[in-house]
């Protein structure tokens, strides 16, 4: 079936640019380790090669599945039988880093890490950050508008881009480059290939906007009775760290007995049964190192908080973010689950997960929870499992958390996206104008469904 | 020619929903002083009216002009000669504020003044801020993407809307409502109508994010000998006070010396050749507010500015921040002048004003300045006089400007549009490719050409 492409391409372009089934089967395409089918890689080396590369698919009718870091936790890369893959990984070249202007141009296969370390090296910061940073991709991050650890402050990637390139189904380059902070010149295209999951075009290359490295991170992890009290301590950190605060995360009480349950060494706080905060803050010069001791010290003093761990060194700050991030022990403890990135007012946050958790523990009395997330930026990540037949019920477990988030003016997608996992909800809290408008900017720019057939917007046909 | 839409509408609609030409001749439609021709004014009370209003209009294939709070600055309101102009007057309802989750929900025609202060009440701040926000409207913020005099902290317009309410050219009503600050649930569609300049929809409802207030506001104004020592300051200051920075202005001397020229009272510093900033911060109550005076006396101490005033209280702020914005000085002073919104890589702002000022003094030696902008986002305005004819060669004094900044990799608008003084140059700096997509989008979305015609990107048929 992909014999023609395949040949057409090798000799076109060049027989190393396509990995064979036989070589790319069994690579992991999830994190929680759901392995690729025997199906050929498209490899292009620049978005010449990519552009001829996909002008071969169009022309065969042959869709492709854009590949980031595979870091994805939607089934973005699920196949439905048809597609090839495409990965960017040999476009991994940060391009110019420009210290003065603040602006990084890089290839889209460039591993975030890479990018966060070349920022560094010129004394500067991405602010993008993710515990897959390691493995994630600039043009996987922008494809789903990743969120991360440091949205509240900096936004999520969308806001991190000036400008892209791109590569639409058709082959057509589309050159949308810009390293200004302001241009308003006309429409603003970049953001409609922003989180579009790669089924308008694909991100070949982009500006991103850097920002000055800040000496002055403190970390601090606090343990409050009751959700309740978070919102006042929100106000109360905020009033005094200002926009110095660059995380606010929360964990209820089995997260962080399971995140931290087979940890060796000390633990930040010991596991107890109210809510846990995880907040971060970077702060210039100007601020004296201890404002940030005696704002927390305050917030314990006017018992807002039970207890509390400032980081005393990075290898501490290191350790908590470990904990938060420390997917691992929920794969290893929860196994088999299914994960729910949404979002919720912080008003409705308390009475939805007390309800789905009267809900789901009715019908099912052994289910167990892990939440967390971020909820300075409305975002709750609730992982669920009812026992061994979790995945059999995965359509009655959705309809019962998406129900209640779409009652609540939540949303079913935070920061993840929609892939193949969530598309059976994708019109919840959708207007039918707004999905079909959604359909025809599809149709104008992937009027043959080459780009990520069955995902995002799109009904598997 | 608009009598039958006219009539039409009054009978459907109602009749105080048309001003006549000769009531609505002679208001000002430019800060510049330009006036509206007699055309009538169509004025809806609610998007159910401005839905069937547009219908209307369709049907009779005759063009709306929207107008916010006439506070733009590239012709976006100037007449063809067959439109209706399209005021959201009546929908300045405030709808709530939800001081919790932090949204305002607000119709398009709310004034940006009365959302500032509706916010402060709540306990929160709406941090966009510019000088007209006595007449500036949400609606139009949104449609000119706006940017003002905190977008170097908390982004443009376009990073403060949640969701939108839009009417099509059509007049289908599209509900893009979202008070989420992360949904990553397919295309991102607001995005395509912010800084559309109402070529695409006319925003009707707005979700904007509210911000905490912070209680620790600090001004200061610096003189320094060039603009080459004001990458070294803007590197220090930003070390030092990090994020807490909102405002960092550059003011070249002859504006300093217009702006301040008929002041009464003390001048924050003495006229001088130098180059003069502002910068502004706001921090929590963590930072100790004595914090920002030592960041500046470091500054001074160290050699790198010559002068320096820091605002005592909020009336010396208030002060500052009139000189900086005191656009009735340049238009006494300078006029007639054309007045360019550009961005500039910070590392040619020097070199490009300079050949500028070559080049147009070799070419007219009466021509004056008034140089100043957002050092801190790329943003330049540049206003130039050559003498009573400057009008008459805005396309040769343009076309230098023009040429100089996308040499430079900068771009002909940062913050104000395109409207209709910018259109000839549109084209600059832009891929065929990219013009054709904006094409194609409009036609999807406005296929006759109802919606502000012969703007933006669209040249006069």
């Given amino acids: 079936m992909w014999t023609t492409v395949c040949e057409t391409i ?22 929680t380790g759901e392995a690729m089918p025997p199906v050929p890689i498209l490899r292009p080396r620049d978005t010449e090669e990519l552009a001829k590369a996909l002008e071969i698919c169009s022309a065969h009718k042959t869709p492709v599945i854009p590949m980031g870091g595979s870091t994805g936790l939607v089934g973005g890369l699920r196949h ?21 202007n603040r602006v990084a141009t890089v290839q889209a296969g460039v591993v975030l890490q890479n990018l966060q370390q070349a920022a560094e090296d010129a004394g500067l910061s991405f602010p993008m950050d993710l515990g897959s940073r390691g493995s994630a991709t600039v043009g996987g991050l922008i494809s789903t508008n990743a969120g991360g650890e440091k949205a509240f402050r900096f936004g999520m990637m969308r806001e991190q881009v000036l400008g892209l390139e791109v590569v639409t189904a058709s082959g057509q380059i589309l ?29 070949t290359r982009a500006q991103l906007r850097l920002r000055p490295h800040l000496a002055n991170v403190n970390t601090a992890f ?23 605060l660059t995380a606010f995360e929360v964990m209820w009480p089995e997260f962080y007995e399971i995140a931290t349950r087979h940890r060796t060494g000390r633990l930040p706080l010991p596991v107890a049964s109210g809510i846990y905060l995880l907040f971060e803050s970077e702060a210039g010069t100007a601020r004296d190192p201890e404002a940030f001791e005696t704002a927390m010290a305050a917030l314990y003093q006017d018992g807002l908080v039970e207890d509390m761990a400032i980081a ?93 988030v779409t009652v609540m003016n939540g949303c079913i997608s935070a920061e993840h996206g929609i892939g193949m996992d969530k598309l059976p909800w994708f019109e919840m809290g959708k207007t039918s104008s707004a999905i079909s408008l959604m359909q025809t900017i599809r149709n104008v720019l992937d009027p043959d469904s080459i780009l ?8 598997v046909g």
């Fill in 10 to 31: 090798s000799k076109q372009i060049g027989k190393d640019r396509i990995v064979r089934p036989e070589d790319a089967e069994g690579r992991l395409i999830s994190v």
């Fill in 80 to 100: 439905t039988g048809k597609e090839l893959y495409l990965s960017l990984e040999l476009m991994n070249q940060i391009e110019s880093i420009d210290p003065v």
């Fill in 175 to 203: 050159d949308l480059s810009n390293s200004m902070i302001k241009n308003n010149t006309g429409y603003d295209l970049k953001h409609l290939f922003i989180g579009a999951e790669g089924t308008l075009g694909i991100v």
């Fill in 222 to 244: 606090a343990l409050i009775p009751d959700f309740a009290s978070s919102l006042e301590v929100r106000n109360r950190v905020e009033a005094a760290l200002g926009n110095d």
């Fill in 312 to 404: 005393a060194s990075e290898a501490d700050r290191w350790d908590m973010w470990a904990i938060r991030n420390d997917i691992d022990a929920i794969i290893r403890n929860l196994s088999p689950f299914l994960a729910f990135d949404v979002s919720l007012p912080v008003s409705k946050m308390e009475l939805c997960v007390q309800e789905l958790e009267t809900t789901l523990t009715t019908r099912w009395p052994k289910t167990r929870f892990a939440r967390f997330g971020h909820m300075g930026d409305n975002n709750l990540h609730i992982v669920v499992s009812i026992g061994q037949d979790t995945i059999s019920h995965k359509a009655d477990i959705s309809n019962i958390v998406y129900d209640r």
């Fill in 452 to 459: 990520n057939p069955g995902k995002t917007i799109e009904p």
